[in-house]
């Protein structure tokens, strides 16, 4: 299994595909995050961001290598592993990105609230941005598993269906993506920090369910 | 003991797609070296995706023990490595240690004669040494079943050889070798056995060479106990002095040998030699002129 994600990160590294969805992330984060923004918004904006990227990564990873290369693979270790070793490097990319942003946004933003003269500890805000950005990146993970092989198998809908389900998953209340962007924002607002536990519980619980199911699919759909 | 069996396996692409195999049975004994003939789009190619996991059946059971190796037909250059990364990916995904991974890597690169363009990305190697990396990443594996779908193609004379000759090697390791290829004499005389492929039902056929007068070898072996098979199915016969003697195609006795060297069993190869005329002659009692085994 470590061998099958070290090929995937490897491929990914090499082909270049990582790029596309970083600097896209890092336009859409630069286009929002500024100086005299809040810390604690544009955490929640990073970290609802991070789900149509994540679901983007495992789209590189799943269509990584040609189908024919695949087949090797899938012959050497059986559909699921493969399958499983996508996502893995999927989410290793999403977390990765995640600590960056975090990090990047500790460092760009003068001020922790939304209300003027009121800060919150600046550790702790950037503590339940990460929270949520990870909660984000498993949610993700779940959108890009259930959008692409071997659920669904035409390629050309599943960048819609990434789109459709990332907007879904952040508007529907108490979806785990919804309530920890919400945590930040409206902590924000009352000058507080909370950290929502239950929603990354639940978001990896999400991810843990879409990967063994779309595993379990694998062994038996036809691509 | 079986290595593979399919009991009434079917196969279409989409619930509505034509069977492309219907009702299909195989069973394989460890060391067979299969050939698959079939005309083009007669399933050839979904037979060995369904032996190797690559495609489930739509119908029936498949039961493949071990691990597997396959050979695509045609292996694309779109990946981002090096022939030797990339064996050595492989291998470790084959479930070998990183060290013997890039020591089979290694060998193979030599056996197939690209050591200088191991470090050259794929994308810029030709159509038919790419087609090397991709035999050479099943090769590796020294895998239970391997699965070859006209990997022949685009090599060249001297790398068809290789691949023949592994493959013999694998079978005679004990492997179960299913190979398709257009060539109707490859590897002839040395095909355990031979199914043809026709509106999807398999039929087993007559190996090819099996029909021509065979080259036999003998060889003596003194041994308490024979490894459990043994490549090329040896026709034997138990000496009354405790020693056995083994009749063979001459085409598999360096397989035979190569097992029978590697036994765990303690065993001595008394003589190996050519035994004139067709089938079953007698003995030659004069020693062989070198037997073949130092290679």
Known sequence: ?223 | MEALRLTEVGKRYGRSGPWVLRGVGLALEPGALVRIAGANGSGKSTLLKLVGGIEPPSRGRLRVAGRRAYVPERFPPALPFDPAGYLRHLGRIHGLSTAVAADRAEFWLDRFGITDRAGTPLARLSKGTCQKVAVAQALLAEADVLLLDEAWTGLDQAARTTLDEAAMERAGAGGVVLFVDHDPNRLAGLTSRAFQLRQGGLTEVQPPGAEEPRELMSVLVAAGELPEWLPGTPEREDRPDGTVLLRVAAGQSDALLRRLLTAPAELRILDVSKIDGAPVGKPVSEPADAPEVAR
């Open chain 1, 1 to 223: 299994m470590s061998a099958l994600i070290r090929y995937q990160v490897e491929l990914l590294l090499r082909s270049q595909r990582w790029l596309p969805p970083f600097l896209g992330y890092l336009l859409v984060l630069g286009l929002g995050v500024s100086g005299d923004q809040p810390m604690m918004d544009c955490l929640g904006y990073a970290a609802a961001l991070l789900v149509p990227i994540t679901a983007w990564y495992v789209r590189c990873t799943l269509t990584a290598d040609p189908p024919q290369a695949r087949a090797c693979r899938v012959a050497a270790a059986g559909p699921a592993r493969v399958q499983l070793a996508s996502l893995a490097a999927a989410l290793i990319a999403g977390l990765v990105l995640a600590v960056v942003a975090v990090a990047a946004i500790w460092l760009v933003c003068g001020r922790t609230t939304i209300i003027p003269g009121r800060e919150v500890s600046w550790a702790r805000a950037a503590l339940a941005g990460l929270l949520a950005a990870v909660c984000c990146v498993l949610v993700g993970l779940a959108v890009g598993a259930l959008s692409h092989r071997p659920v669904l198998l035409r390629g050309s809908y599943g960048i819609l269906a990434a789109l459709g389900l990332s907007v879904l998953v952040l508007v529907v209340p108490f979806s785990p993506a919804n309530v920890a962007v919400r945590a930040l924002v409206s902590g924000s607002l009352r000058a507080e920090v909370r950290y929502p536990l239950a929603a990354p519980a639940v978001a990896a619980l999400l991810a843990l369910l879409t990967a063994a199911g779309t595993a379990a699919l694998s062994r038996r759909r036809t691509e």
